[in-house]
């Protein structure tokens, strides 16, 4: 789960970190209020989660009433790389000499936290970490003791950060880890830190991801989810308890377990289609689970065909034969045309429960997949 | 002959009187696995099916010998039994539980590397030696003995894969999945160097997946130091970037674009590899192997 700005920057606020004066605002009126409210010159910017606001016009720096209106007007209702931006955060610019990066993720291969710093503030970190990756200071992070103040102090110097303003932002960056660890983040990071003329650091980005499998012990952050949520059916799956992911294509794609999900969205691309969607209904799937996640894809208006693809382990094919029938029974025309396949476990006994007249069966993944695709090349 | 699991193996069971764990109990033992104790906190003195329930790992350990221990723990506690699997006599520890928090794993990968007990999973549906013992949730009935090693971060696709050989005869020494997390246990070039050291194991097939540079550091393994032939999978060709695909760990990062499908086909490519672009395919490669 990403928080948006205007979360993280609350989290951060709460920790103790310095984070620039600002109000959430809906409204080109809010907007104002708020930029009277903190002085000018403000910062505008668009609540969205994409990376390169900026550079797509979605932050604009004002100095006065006029500039706010016309800067909230554009930004307000505009679609920013396919989101619409409905809140901007009003917040006092920050007058700065210098843009630096900190940040704490996860280092897969070593299965340790990493924190890091670099002078190279205000553009893309991976740009930096591919192309000039000296310009980073790493520090691994032993997560039984956490970032040690030497750790923070040693990434600050071999970085290269003025010394007079290094204390702070060994601060800054002790600081991320332990939110980093008390909030169970995955990635946390302050892109950039900017440097004022009189040597403070001060946090004027504020990225945090959350790691979905420890919100049960993260009540705060958990209760921020629905609001992080994007688009309307992914909140839908959330809803159902699906694994989803919402893509541009018309074949809709369900099945159990997330490599083979995977494997069946790359086939529909190896015969020619496009997916629709990723869609795992999970292990030990029932009749409910099954009718809910037709009811999902049939409800993404880009879907002209779906493919059902099962290999049970858990997962027993009769359960789901009975579940698909069951959701289409309910339809007096079926929406769009449907090919299952059935695998493993029970899968005879599903295939034989199958009413042949609403689905079309198929052997194999690949036959299964190749027929989804033709559906929607109008071959019926 | 097959890797870390056969006819000795003998099986504790943590979280035995669960759900779960009581019919991936029964599964198993019908499978044939020798299930010896069980392992529930305040549960000690009570049966499961005729297997004898102790309080903690270390007792199950020494009083019934038990070697091998298979994890279903809800995620909150997982961990939890994790490191008391890792701080026990048995050898072996599969970790079946999907959910366990991530910094939670870091923890438990910490000391893993002090541990003389390897780790399978977590997030994984086990490992199986077919007809001697299966340590998971993986349908026995698909499986076949035989000569090629299978590994695999994700379950269903395993047994596609396993399908596609057990439809054409070819059989199984050993299969493992090792987990759709990001941080896991035995990972690929773990699995690969147990193969390899396997006189009965004349092929492998790998089946990778989109997320970290596990495949990129199998492929150099491969390269370096495998005679075994090995033939892969990349599932996630069509994944978008910055999009967790199901599992914890199936995420190609934006910006730079690491952990991409491409990157991984390429470096297997590189290594000598050939990637099936269907499961069907990859079956091909093996037969020819064979």
């Excluded at chain 2, 299978?150 to 050989?165: A, E, I, K, P």
């Amino acid at each position: 789960m990403k928080l948006h700005e205007y979360q993280a920057k609350g989290v951060f606020a709460g920790a103790g970190l310095p984070v620039p004066e600002s109000r959430l605002a809906s409204t080109v009126d809010e907007a104002v209020a708020a930029a009277d409210e903190i002085g000018y010159p403000v910062a505008v910017k668009a609540q969205v989660q994409v990376g390169g606001r900026g550079k797509a016009g979605g932050i604009e720096l004002v100095e006065n009433e006029t500039e706010t209106r016309e800067a909230a007007a554009a930004i307000l209702g505009m679609d920013l790389k396919g989101l619409h931006v409905d809140r901007v955060l009003v917040e006092s610019a920050v007058d700065f000499v210098d843009e630096l990066y900190a940040g704490v993720t996860m280092d897969r291969a070593k299965g340790e936290p990493v924190a890091m710093v670099s002078t190279e503030g205000g553009v893309d970190i991976e740009e930096v970490a591919a192309e000039n990756p000296d310009a980073i200071a790493r520090e691994h992070v032993d997560p039984a003791s956490g970032l040690q103040p030497y750790q923070a102090r040693r990434a600050v110097f071999e970085a290269g950060v003025d010394r007079e303003v290094a204390t702070d932002v060994a601060r800054v960056l002790t600081t991320l880890y332990d939110l980093w660890a008390e909030r169970d983040a995955t990635e946390i990071e302050v892109n950039p830190v900017m440097v004022t003329a009189d040597d403070d650091a001060v946090c004027a980005d504020a990225v945090m991801n959350v790691d979905d499998d420890a919100l049960f012990r993260q009540s705060e952050l958990a209760a921020m989810e629905e609001e992080a949520a994007g688009d309307e059916l992914e909140a839908k799956a959330n809803e159902y308890g699906f694994d989803y992911v919402r893509l541009s294509g018309n074949v809709g794609i369900i099945g159990n377990g997330a490599g083979l999900v995977m494997t069946t969205l790359d086939l529909v691309d190896y015969f020619g289609g496009t997916p629709a969607n990723f869609l795992d209904i999970g292990g030990g799937a029932k009749a409910e689970r099954v009718t809910n996640a037709l009811d999902m894809v049939f409800s993404d208006e880009n879907v002209d065909s779906v493919v059902f693809n099962i290999f049970g382990g858990i997962t027993r094919g009769d359960e789901v034969a009975k579940g698909i029938n069951e959701a289409l029974a309910q339809f007096d025309e079926i929406p769009k045309p449907v090919v299952v396949r059935l695998a493993g476990t029970n899968a005879t006994e599903g295939m034989e429960i199958l009413n042949t007249d609403l689905v079309t069966v198929e052997e194999t993944l690949e036959s299964a997949v190749e027929r989804a695709v033709e559906y929607t090349e109008g071959n019926q | 002959m097959s890797i870390l699991v056969d006819d000795d193996t003998r099986v504790v069971v943590q979280g035995i009187t669960g759900g779960e764990g009581q019919f991936h109990t029964e599964q198993m033992m019908s499978y044939g696995t020798n299930v010896v104790a069980g392992a529930v906190p305040g549960r000690g003195g009570q049966e499961v099916d005729g297997v004898p329930v102790y309080d903690t790992v270390e007792q199950a350990a020494r009083e019934e010998d038990a070697n091998a221990s298979v994890i279903f723990v809800p995620p909150a506690f997982a961990a939890d039994a994790v490191l008391e699997a890792l701080d026990s006599p048995v050898e072996l520890a599969v970790a079946i539980t999907e959910g366990i928090p991530q910094q939670d794993m870091a923890k438990v990968y910490a000391q893993l590397e002090v541990s003389d007990t390897d780790l399978i999973g977590p997030n994984c549906p086990g490992i199986i030696t077919p007809g001697e013992a299966k340590l998971g949730i993986l349908p026995g009935n698909i499986f076949a003995g035989g000569d090629v090693g299978l590994v695999s971060r994700s379950g269903t696709l395993t047994y596609q894969v396993v399908d596609n050989l057990t439809q054409r005869g070819i059989g199984q020494t050993t299969a493992i999945g090792i987990g759709g997390d990001p941080i896991i246990g035995t990972d690929f070039v773990d699995a690969l160097a147990y193969f390899e050291d396997d006189p009965d194991t004349k092929a492998v097939a790998m089946c990778g997946e989109i997320g970290g540079q596990d495949e990129e550091e199998a492929a150099a393994f491969i390269g370096d130091h495998m005679d075994t032939p090995v033939a892969g999978f990349i599932a996630g060709r069509t994944a978008p970037p910055g999009k967790r695909m199901g599992h914890a760990g199936a995420i190609v990062s934006g910006g730079g674009g690491t952990g991409t499908a491409e990157s991984k086909i390429q470096a297997l490519d590189d290594a000598g590899v050939p990637v099936g672009d269907t499961p069907n395919e990859v079956a091909d490669h093996i037969e020819a192997f064979l």
